[in-house]
């Protein structure tokens, strides 16, 4: 009966395999079963213990393999372990015999009928593993393990193009650069400045990017009249991330080439302009506060000869025709979809989160900074091409520092200038009057305290006292008045 | 061919007396990226879901959050302003050890968890 059950078991496992996707529970029900009614799973591990006892020698290995299958997997290695504790048991023959004196006797009279059973030759059966864990069954696995190599070579191959493009740039402008800045690439940390000598033995150390993200590269410039600093910052497409490329390319993002430059005090007049395309206006109109400050209303573009796509925020309006002059309205022109915007203001304040908000007292020294915006051409081929139309657009930023430079306000224009820069400094004033009566308290109570803790630690008695009273007197000099005024309205 | 503006040669115009050092405060860092941030978060929360309740899955989906959360991470270099090398290895280090437990204890294929 055991070799028979095999086959029927071997056959299951084969039917098993290829129905592998089959609810398992369904595979259950389909062989005949002997006993119909499926064993709640809670008390099964104990009743199959027993049967597998009595299983090993009478019916086949089967039943107890479905018995088996019908808890769920945790079982199933519990009842393999079982399997082998028995075995194990059934091998080791030290067992008492005395335990089993009665046992042979009151054997049940249908085991009398025929012969009596010789002791069988136990063959444990080659139980299949039901789920087959065998390798090509984990082809989800090496499915998700190809996305995950993937991911890493797009990475690996967005992140080359994107400093290939950063080197590309550098190539093309670092003479320019280094015409007009005596310091280029300062990565802030080193002690000693990248001198003269490190660049002329082409000691990269300086003239090097600084890596803020795998597509974002900053590079600083120093050391320029009128000029405290200048930022480039190359923010490229997110190439090493193989997610948002696929979501760039049903809402492409161009590569950015964005110049901050930091005027110095006196160089720059107090005026806030911007103008750009409109999305890009609006954008910046949310993220930059003076904008909103002090250029409320919107002008287009055409009434200063800028091209129709482009319009124009100014607080004042003759700074627009100030600035643009002949040169850059024809540089404008010719670029027209590559700038993005350029934008003035004399009251940059670096955005604080809401947290220090409050905890500033004083309004902090806004900075000065001219902040232009270039998106790199999208259908140029090789990474040069597309860094050479950049140049004339860094050299346009150049002419306009010199351009701010020189440019100074009328009377007029300075009187509503700095009208409009009072009128916002008292509103800041009043929105943090609050903060500020707290802390005027909280340093009055401090002095106070001070005092009182000066007089306790006083050593010679009499100086104490002498202290005391005067502080006694100070106290009723404060309070005393406005008793009297209280009595003389009474009357 | 790039537009004709030339800067007078005459006059120098580099100040090297003028120079100012780089402070990470002064770059335009665009602030607006937080994917790291929600991708690190979200990473966390699957290697949980991955290693107590064992789900393969979420150990998957975990380890890819990691992975995306690198992809985008700011500022591995020295002088960061933002760094999240931190937050990105222990990411790493929570979704492959939810990965690996969920096939210790289970070692059965993702298809077996399907059917």
């Not at chain 1, 009966?1 to 592998?20: I, P, R, Y």
């Not at chain 1, 979809?337 to 989160?353: G, H, W």
């Not at chain 1, 220090?356 to 790199?376: S, V």
Request: hydrophobic residues 35%; aromatic residues 8%.
């Amino acid at each position: 009966a055991v070799g028979q059950s095999e086959d029927e078991s071997g056959e299951n496992a084969g039917t098993v395999n290829d129905f592998a996707e089959f609810d398992e529970d369904e595979f259950m029900n389909e062989p005949p079963k002997k006993q119909p009614s499926p064993a709640p799973s809670s008390n099964a591990p104990p009743r199959s213990d027993e049967d597998t006892f009595v299983a090993k020698e009478a019916p086949a290995g089967g039943s107890a393999q479905e018995e088996a299958s019908q808890d769920d997997f945790e079982d199933i290695s519990v009842e393999e372990a079982d399997d082998e504790d028995a075995s194990v048991e059934l091998d080791t023959d030290q067992y008492d015999p005395l335990e089993f004196e009665g046992f042979e006797e009151d054997r049940p009279p249908a085991g009398a009928g025929r012969n009596p059973p010789k002791q069988q030759e136990l063959k444990i059966a080659e139980v299949p593993i039901v789920l087959g864990r065998s390798w090509e069954h984990y082809f989800v696995e090496y499915l998700l393990i190809g996305c995950l190599l993937l991911y890493l070579v797009w990475y690996a191959t967005g992140k080359t193009t994107n400093s290939k493009l950063v080197q590309a740039w550098l190539d093309v402008h670092l003479d320019l650069l280094k015409a007009h800045f005596s310091l280029v690439g300062d990565e802030g940390t080193s002690k000693e400045l990248p001198t003269e000598t490190d660049e002329s033995e082409g000691g990269e150390k300086a003239l090097k990017f600084i890596k803020e993200a795998d597509h974002v590269y900053t590079l600083w410039c120093s050391g320029r009249q009128y000029v405290e600093g200048l930022v480039v910052t190359l923010k490229l497409k997110k190439r090493q991330d193989l997610i948002n490329s696929i979501w760039r390319m049903f809402r492409p993002c161009p590569d950015q080439m964005c110049i901050r430059v930091y005027m110095e005090k006196e160089e720059m007049d107090t005026f806030v302009l911007c103008l750009g395309k409109k999305a890009a206006t609006s954008r910046l109109s949310k993220e930059m506060a003076e904008l909103g400050l002090f250029c409320p209303d919107r002008k287009s573009g055409d009434r200063f000869g800028l091209p129709s796509s482009m319009n124009v925020l100014a607080e004042l309006g003759e700074s627009v025709a100030a600035i643009l002059d002949q040169k850059v309205l024809s540089v404008l022109d010719k670029y027209e979809n590559e700038v993005d915007y350029l934008f003035f203001s004399d009251q940059y304040l670096p955005k604080v989160d809401e947290t220090q908000k409050d905890k500033q007292l004083k309004r902090p020294e806004p900075a000065k900074i001219l902040q232009f915006c270039f998106n790199l051409p999208k259908d140029v081929g090789s990474p040069n091409d597309a860094m050479e139309r950049m140049h004339p657009l860094l050299l346009l930023s150049l002419y306009l520092v010199d351009k701010v430079h020189r440019y100074r306000l009328s009377r007029e224009a300075k009187l509503k200038a700095e009208k409009n820069r009072q009128s916002v400094q008292e509103e800041f004033l009043k929105s943090t009057h609050a903060q500020r009566q707290e802390a005027a308290q909280l340093r009055r109570e401090e002095k106070r305290r001070e005092e009182k803790k000066r007089i306790q630690e006083e050593e010679d008695p009499d100086r104490q006292r002498k202290l005391e009273e005067r502080d006694y007197r100070k106290e009723m000099k404060k309070r005393g008045p406005k008793v009297k005024a209280v009595k003389v309205k009474s009357m | 061919m790039p537009v004709s503006i030339a800067f007078p040669k005459a006059d120098d115009v580099r100040r090297p007396n003028k120079i100012k050092r780089y402070k990470p405060d002064m770059a335009i860092v665009p602030y607006d990226d937080f994917i790291t941030d929600i991708m690190n978060i979200l990473g966390m929360g699957l290697s949980m879901a991955g290693l107590m309740g064992r789900i393969k899955i979420c150990a998957w989906l975990a380890l890819f959050c990691s992975l995306i959360g690198f992809a985008n991470a700011r500022s591995m270099g020295r002088n960061a302003s933002f760094d999240d090398s931190k937050q990105v290895l222990s990411s790493f280090m929570l979704s492959i050890s939810a990965l690996v437990m969920s096939y210790l204890q289970n070692p059965f294929p993702l298809t077996a968890m399907w059917s």
